[in-house]
């Protein structure tokens, strides 16, 4: 019989119907989403304003190499342009986070000439080979070198070791502004202009990666203008295309205004749908003021999970993340929680060793949200009982 390779711990449920926030399984059982594949849902479950712009185009046109000109290219550009840092004037579109890691590091590698990068422990950027290059994790490298270039993974949040280990041979340092497989972890104000000054004193390109935390995700359009430092190179996927897939890397004049015809390519990348989802997207994301709805409810959240932490600290170490892009680090591995969680209803996801992370979207209600700390809650409390049992026993 023909199999799926399992790259995956399967989660044990069929689902077979989703809506918005919300996911059901065979049985009719509702669960709130906070996996919402791996955060690219963004915009919720079949959000009507991407299935209607799909709809639509697939009664035009369906496929299309974006050396063709098109009415849903030309919009497409012009709406990149209102929601792209203004020092970056060069883009290119794929379908996933690593083909647009791959881009951004194949230029920088070309333009500076240079043959090596930094990256940072619990870094990840993708699982193709240049992306696997400054993905950190052992366990998805090994067996797979030799690598492309030469890359140093450096303390994440220490500036020391940035101004010590950039220098002219640097090709470009590359960074989440908030390590998300990684296991939540925010990069500080200082340590993002300290990257910027390394990289601006040595020549080096700073290539942020906003796979996970842009598109409003952290409560900013870009989680790195919260440091109001401007990237050389700008990675953008997920749920930049409403759940359609669409990835894109963006470049200053330097680096973009360089790249030539055949330097790179993609069958797929660009084609009229993920253009039309991509217009979809942001049109929804400025015209529903999302990034201001996201730092509202992303407090919101954020405080109800702080009290949880307040009130199980036996069992929860901190309270992780920014907008809805959070997590609660525990004392233990989360595996047994995460499934405990989805068996009251809520589906999650982990974050490094030790992080319940919650990915939701935009839309989740404050009801959601008492839901979800209920089910916390109760989850918690199972876990002490058994805990004090398996004390008992062990007397
Ligand atoms: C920061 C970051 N970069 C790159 C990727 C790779 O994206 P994809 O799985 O779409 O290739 C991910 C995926 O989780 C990511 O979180």
């Known amino acids: 019989m023909l199999k799926l390779i399992e ?31 791996y955060g690219s849902l963004f915009l ?12 639509e185009q697939l009664d035009k046109i369906y496929g299309l ?13 012009s709406l990149l342009e209102k929601i792209l840092p203004r020092n970056l004037e060069y883009f290119y579109l794929f379908n996933g986070g690593a083909e647009a890691v791959e881009l951004g590091l194949k230029a920088v590698r070309k333009i500076t ?18 992306a696997l290059s400054v993905t950190w994790n052992p366990r998805y490298r090994e067996g797979y070198d030799p690598f492309p270039w030469e890359v140093k993974f450096l303390p994440y949040n220490k500036i020391e070791a940035i101004e010590k280990e950039v220098d002219d041979e640097t090709a470009g340092v590359i960074l ?23 990289c601006d004193k040595h020549g080096a390109k700073m290539i942020v990666d906003e796979v996970q935390t842009g598109f409003g995700r952290t409560g900013y359009l870009w989680a790195h203008q919260h440091a109001n430092i401007e990237p050389d190179v700008l990675i953008a996927g997920k749920s930049i295309g409403g759940g359609f897939p669409v ?7 330097e680096i973009g205004g360089k790249l030539k015809e055949g330097d790179h390519g993609s069958t797929f990348g660009g084609n009229p749908l993920a253009l039309r989802a991509l217009s979809a997207a942001i049109e929804t994301l400025l015209e529903e003021r999302i990034v201001e709805r996201v730092v509202e409810i992303g407090q919101i959240f954020k405080e ?3 009290k949880v932490k307040e009130e199980f600290s036996d069992v929860v170490r901190e309270v992780r993340g920014r907008g809805l892009m959070l997590g609660l680090e525990l004392r233990f591995d989360p595996r047994e929680v995460i499934k405990k969680l989805q068996e009251n209803n809520i589906i999650t996801l982990r974050a490094g060793k030790l992080v319940v992370r919650f990915l939701p979207p935009y839309m989740i209600t404050t009801n959601d949200i008492d839901s979800i700390t209920e089910s916390l809650i109760r989850v918690f409390m199972e876990i002490r009982r058994e805990k004090v049992k398996t004390a008992v026993r062990a007397e």
């Not at 240079?114 to 422990?121: C, H, W, Y």
């Open 113 to 130: 000439g240079r043959k090596k990068f930094i990256s940072f422990i619990n870094a990840f950027h993708g699982r193709t080979m240049g």
């Open 304 to 306: 109800n999970l702080r």
């Open 7 to 37: 790259f995956y711990a399967p989660r044990g449920l069929k689902i077979v119907k989703s809506e918005w926030q919300y996911v059901w399984d065979t049985e009719g059982r509702k669960y709130i989403d906070c996996h919402t594949q």
């Open 65 to 77: 190499y974006p050396a063709f000109d098109t009415e849903v290219k030309e919009r497409a550009i």
């Open 247 to 253: 990835s894109l890397t963006a470049f200053t004049n």
């Open 176 to 198: 989440e502004v908030i390590q998300g497989e990684g296991g939540l972890n925010e990069a500080s104000i200082d340590f993002l202009k300290a990257v910027r000054e390394a």
């Open 44 to 55: 919720g479950h079949r959000n009507p304003r991407i299935v209607n712009a799909l709809k």
